[in-house]
């Protein structure tokens, strides 16, 4: 079959021809083969005292092709830092115990199976595994006397049973036996096919020994952990109604005794309650949260409540920002949150009276393929932030504010990106068709030249309701050291620019952040060095969406690469890992309700109108928008006859089509490769 391509010629994806001669001298700008060099800081927690920072330090292992997480300590004071766990296997979730003496965090370095809970006393440098548990803990929490740590761990059970199977005589090997499922949700892009079984709380001792199971019955109780002032209950949030399944969005924040066990529901209205911190006194209960009106996006409010649940107000109803992480200051007079603003996300401290001021700016996710806006941060008692920060040119590193100043305390990747000649990132000016101003990126490629005409890539970001910034991206960097111009946008419908911008597309997605960014490669082409006639587009997603919607909708670029998309509404919100949520607030009505609105969105309803040569990338174990999708896409293509090819990325899930190092170098130079197939101007002609 024509225009197959094959992944498993890596070797010839990340460093040209298999037969080339070996090379003479490293290479100026980034290719695939280095990504197995990057790291990314992530998980900063600062010590209650401010004095050090432990963190996630995320980086590559060539021989396995894997991610690795090493824990790593930072002396504030000089910078210098140590490994904490850096051993055999991962190592992640640092959290400091109250006074700064120990830190607990979860490691499978000695089980393979799953992660266990470790304690290392920092005096002594002595570390001690506290559990020996059947699954990975998560959520740890450490009591306010230090004496114990909460966590929650999923807990199997037998599932549903119909009828029974004859008795399997000793010695014979017969089937698997059925699976029975009987779940809304069935299976999750984390997870795959969920196992019979419930998320729970637990507590164990810090010093070792059983573990106490604290909730029970058939629901999913876990998440963020929060101890009340006493030590005596513990927060958290959870949909504990009879029909929680089919009610994704709606929770409420409960505490659980730790004596009697018995569940009392401290909020009370219809939308999420998630997050609760208790401040410093016991008196107030923090949390994040909405009241729910069914729209395709609603920031998440900051919110107080006393202790009983009484008297909730919302502290950032004129913020009109998604807030996350409320972390209460030491005094008990202010909350510290982090929330997105355009590209960028920020930490701000929002007083009990509402005012707000920002102590940070500049925060950046580890994530490495895209620019993500996100970011990670924590608080000491004296109101150091220890926070992810970085730019277009650097990935997360860890980063301080303290008095109105920030430093930066960690160069991971100074080594390697010195050598490096990369492509620089400005912001692109750009007005839609309503006067709507549009933020948006351009990237231009190393050793750029304003006199020349430069080949042009869109590339589109998911969600639809997240956002792009001006953050540090491999698949533009390796866009770029191929001689393409690359731009992002955040079109109507991306987060940080406030609900109404984001709500522009309820009800009704993909509709005008088409034109957003048609207008952002318009003003692309008006720089006056991208040749309007070599021009390409690819995003994952939500961009997958977009780039079969675009093709369906103009023959202005010469090719395309749709990742992980949404084909087709109707088959989508049946088979994804979130059916309950997608048809009720994405449309409103089920497919069978309103079938003209979901095939109205559909880009398969435009495949007849496509002539560009598209290519499809999905990965083999996508459970978001399912590998169905992409197959039916592939297959419209081929049956019209326009150039195609399907790439499987095999074990991927949604999330991690670029986890694995080989796996995003490859489909970086598999989607170059499928573009310069179809240049006017070949490369360097």
Known sequence: MKNRFHLVLLAALLAGPALAAPAQQASRVLTGADLFNLEAASDPRISPDGKSVVYVRRSNDIMTDRARSSLWTIDVASGAQMPLAAGAGSHSQPRWSPDGSRIAYLSNAEDKAGAQLFVRWMKTGATARITSLPNTPSGISWSPDGSRIAFSMFVPDEGPQLGKAPTKPDGAHWAEPLQVIDKVVYRTDEGGYSKPGYRQIFWVAADGGAPVQLTFGAHNAGGSLAWSHDGRALLFSANLTPDWQRDMVNSEIHEVSLDTHAVRTLTRRNGPDNGPVVSPDGTLIAYVGFDDHFRSYQNLELSVMKRDGSDPRVLTAKLDRNVESPTWSADGRALYVGYGEGGGMRVA????????????????????????????????????????????????????????????????????????????????????????????????????????????????????????????????????????????????????????????????????????????????????????????????????????????????????????????WT?????????????????????????????????????????????VIVGSEDHRTPDSESEQYYEALQLRGIPTALIKVPGANHGGLAERPSQSAAKAAAILAWFERYRKTPAGG
């Open 349 to 568: 401290r929002i007083g009990l009276d509402g005012k707000l001021g920002t102590v940070a700016d500049n925060l950046v996710g580890s994530e490495l393929d895209r620019p993500y806006s996100g970011g990670e941060f924590s608080l000491a008692r004296d109101g150091t932030i220890a926070y992810t920060g970085g730019d277009a040119l650097h990935p997360a590193d860890v980063w301080i504010a303290r008095n109105g100043k920030t430093r930066q305390l960690t160069h991971l990747n100074q080594t390697l990106l010195s050598t490096k000649a990369l492509g620089k990132t400005e912001k692109l000016a750009v007005t839609a068709f309503d006067g709507l101003p549009i933020d948006a990126w351009i990237v231009t490629p190393p050793d750029f030249d304003a006199t020349k005409k430069y080949p042009l890539i869109l590339e589109i970001h998911g969600g639809p309701f997240a956002a792009y910034g001006p953050s540090f991206a491999t698949d533009y960097q390796l866009y770029a050291a191929a001689g393409y111009v690359v731009v992002y946008a955040n079109p109507r419908g991306s987060t940080g620019y406030g609900e109404s911008f984001a709500n522009k597309i309820d009800k009704d997605y993909p509709s005008h952040d088409y034109d957003d960014l048609m207008s952002a490669v318009d003003a692309a082409i008006a720089k006056g060095f991208v040749d309007k006639d070599e021009l390409f587009v690819t995003g994952g997603s939500g961009g997958g969406v977009l780039t079969a919607w675009i093709v369906g909708k103009t023959d202005r670029f010469r090719a395309a690469a749709s990742q992980k998309p949404v084909i087709n």
């Open 571 to 615: 088959s989508f919100v049946l088979t994804a890992d979130m059916t309950p949520y997608f048809a009720r607030y994405w449309f409103g009505k089920f497919p069978w309700e309103d079938i003209n609105s979901y095939w109205s969105h559909s880009p398969l309803s435009l495949v007849g109108n496509v002539k560009t040569p598209t290519l």
